[in-house]
């Protein structure tokens, strides 16, 4: 009947349409990755900072802060990755006295980056911040950031951990964050022969949903004859039992032609009268 030879015809055409599907998503992502990160400027432009700074991606556009105490008052540092932070433009890290109306001092800018990567971490630098007063023979401050792999969060908490200024020269203020982003890649621990087993089951998976849906919705079909290609497997279920009965059984062997021709009939039937359902008026 006519409707048993369009069903493999749409199961191919839906897969199809699933598998380009997922390739537009996935060019999508391909497309706009690393785009929040593409503020930030390279002290040295290098193709492997730049990949560096493009893993950070999931930290974009977040503004991370911490507060400080110390003697003289409380301190909120404002990390932003590739962005301005607390606002400020340029600025990559601020600091901003709590409960004071001065402007925030920034520490480093991310027009001013320097990013080292490792298996499982990335030190992100910001150079060229505002002048220390009275430390650091009046250097510009900088910040920098150690950015460590944790699975289990996507952007975790800025922790401060020091500002080194008690000496002539090179000093920073030290922050870390735990990231998901900086983890390594999970390596696939599929071999070729399962990879192939799951897709055999995605597409035995498809086969019986789409054919369900088909054989409910638009052929009309009730019970067990909602199964796609019913007929096809009931068969090929009767064939298997008549081998099994031909190698296993050892005596009554002439009656099994008798039930085959029970159970093909009934079959025989029911097809038509769906296809009768199905007639144009
Ligand atoms: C700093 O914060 C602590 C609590 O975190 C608070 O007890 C203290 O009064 C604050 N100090 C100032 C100067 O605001
Ligand atoms: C970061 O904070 C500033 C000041 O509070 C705000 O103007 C800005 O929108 C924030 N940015 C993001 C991405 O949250």
């Known amino acids: 009947s006519k409707f048993s030879s369009s069903y493999p015809h749409r199961a191919f ?4 349409l699933w598998a380009i599907l997922t390739q537009l998503l996935l060019c999508r992502n391909g497309v706009f990755a690393g785009d929040g990160t593409k503020a930030c400027k390279l002290r040295h432009e290098s193709a492997s900072q730049r990949k560096v700074l493009e893993q950070l991606e999931p930290l974009a556009h977040r503004n991370l802060s911490v507060v400080v105490t110390e003697e003289k008052g409380n301190y909120t540092y404002v990390f932003q990755l590739c962005g301005d932070a607390g606002g400020v433009p340029n600025a990559g890290v601020i600091q901003k006295k709590t409960g004071s109306q001065d402007k925030p001092t920034i520490i480093g800018l991310y027009t001013s980056t320097e990013a080292i990567g490792g298996s499982d971490w ?4 910001y150079y060229d911040g505002e002048k220390y007063d009275e430390h650091c023979s009046h250097e510009d401050r900088r910040a920098i950031i150690m950015i460590s792999c944790n699975k289990n969060k996507e952007a975790g908490d800025l922790e401060a951990i020091l500002e080194d200024s008690e000496r002539p ?3 920073f203020y030290l922050f870390e964050l735990d990231s998901s982003a ?10 070729a022969g399962s990879i192939i087993l799951i ?27 909602q199964f796609p290609n019913y007929a096809f497997w009931v068969e090929v279920g009767n064939l298997s039992a008549d081998g099994c009965d031909f190698v296993c059984r050892s005596k009554n062997r002439e009656e099994a032609p008798a039930y085959r021709g029970v159970s093909a009939d009934a079959l025989d039937e029911e097809p038509e009268e769906r296809d009768d359902h199905l007639l144009p008026m």
Do not use: T
């Not at 089951?201 to 638009?218: E, K, P």
């Open 169 to 171: 020269k090179d000093c």
């Open 182 to 191: 900086v983890c390594p890649p999970v390596q696939s621990q599929l071999s």
């Open 122 to 125: 990335v030190m992100l630098r």
């Open 13 to 16: 055409r839906s897969v199809l």
């Open 199 to 225: 897709i055999g089951f995605c597409l035995v998976a498809v086969y019986l949903i789409g054919g369900f849906l088909y054989q409910r919705l638009i052929v009309g079909a009730k019970g067990m004859e």
